[in-house]
């Protein structure tokens, strides 16, 4: 582990970077992005905040490896900074919070890439396990990661910039070791996750549809809302037509009643006129509301 608590691997590979080359000014741009996305993942597991900047990063420090030999991998190794391991003083070692870590990652990077990452069977039952097992950790909300994504989403991009800028590289995989165990982020960084990213259409065609507000941003008027015949969060932009004072109530009652949900609260359903924001692959990224109402939309 080189005395690192964490430790997460990029590798690229494929074009030039099957033999040991890569453009030099691509992949440093990438390595950028790489340690803005670990930053403020980890500021949020570590300090329940989330951050705009990465060296405002608290409770750790991310510290460099030289490139592995043969290869185009970069080792990122995080020190955990004194109390930021959060009462895990029962625990045998770090690998608790490492794994929470690594959870809130993949829950970033996987959701960026268009690759569901079901919040409960995460870190929710991550949670579970290490509850019964009486080992505190630190709440990291939903709405929180989905936060991280929006501030995240030019670093990602960036990651991807040996792969679509000079093709340099085909693919990029982010792995982490914890424990001696190594895991792989659930997505992977190719040309079409990159599309994916960058390149999308808004369908002509009006849904109606109903669901309950998991994240707003009261500033860029996006968020995600949990849609059931999805099966999962879906994110979404107000439309300007729809940024009304009459509105806002709504997305902020049922986001408030999906925060508090453990607490037994009854969940507020949102019921909306959509057009579906789609990627270039067919792939649906999320809603432009046009209409928004407390009851049902007949169309």
């Known amino acids: 582990m080189k005395g690192f608590d964490i430790e997460f691997e990029l590798s690229y590979t494929g074009a030039a970077a099957e033999n040991h080359e890569i453009d030099f000014y691509d992949v440093s741009r990438a390595l950028l992005g790489f340690q803005r996305t670990l930053a403020l993942s980890t500021h949020l597991v570590l300090n329940g905040q989330v ?71 995460s870190l929710g039952q991550l949670y579970d396990e290490h509850k019964d097992k009486e080992i505190e950790l630190p709440e990291v909300r939903q709405a929180q990661l989905d936060s991280v994504i929006e501030k995240c989403s030019t670093a990602i991009i960036e990651i991807h910039r040996p792969i679509f800028k000079t093709n340099t590289a085909d693919y990029a995989q982010i792995t982490t070791i914890i424990g001696g165990e190594r895991y792989s982020v659930s997505s992977s960084f190719s040309q079409e996750s990159y599309q994916y990213l960058t390149e999308e259409f808004v369908e002509d065609d009006l849904y109606f549809l109903s669901g309950f507000v998991s994240s707003y941003n009261s500033n860029t008027y996006k968020g995600r809302i949990y849609i059931k015949e999805e099966q999962r969060p879906i994110p979404f932009v107000l439309n300007e037509d729809v940024r009304k004072v009459e ?46 109402s407390a009851r049902p939309i007949i169309g």
């Open 247 to 292: 509105n806002i109530p709504r997305i902020i009652d049922s986001l408030k009643a999906n925060a508090l949900r453990k607490y037994n609260v009854e969940p507020i359903e949102v019921y909306f006129c959509a057009q579906k924001i789609k990627a270039k692959t067919g792939h649906l990224k999320g809603y432009m509301i046009v209409n928004i």
């Open 51 to 121: 951050i705009t900047q990465a060296p405002s990063l608290r409770g750790a420090k991310i510290r460099a490896l030289p490139p592995e030999e043969g290869s185009w991998k970069f080792t990122a190794g995080i020190v955990l900074a004194g109390t930021a391991a959060y009462n895990l003083a029962t625990a045998p070692s770090n690998t608790p919070l490492g794994h929470l870590v690594f959870s809130a990652y993949d829950y970033v990077i996987s959701e960026s890439l268009g690759f569901h990452v079901d919040y409960d069977k």
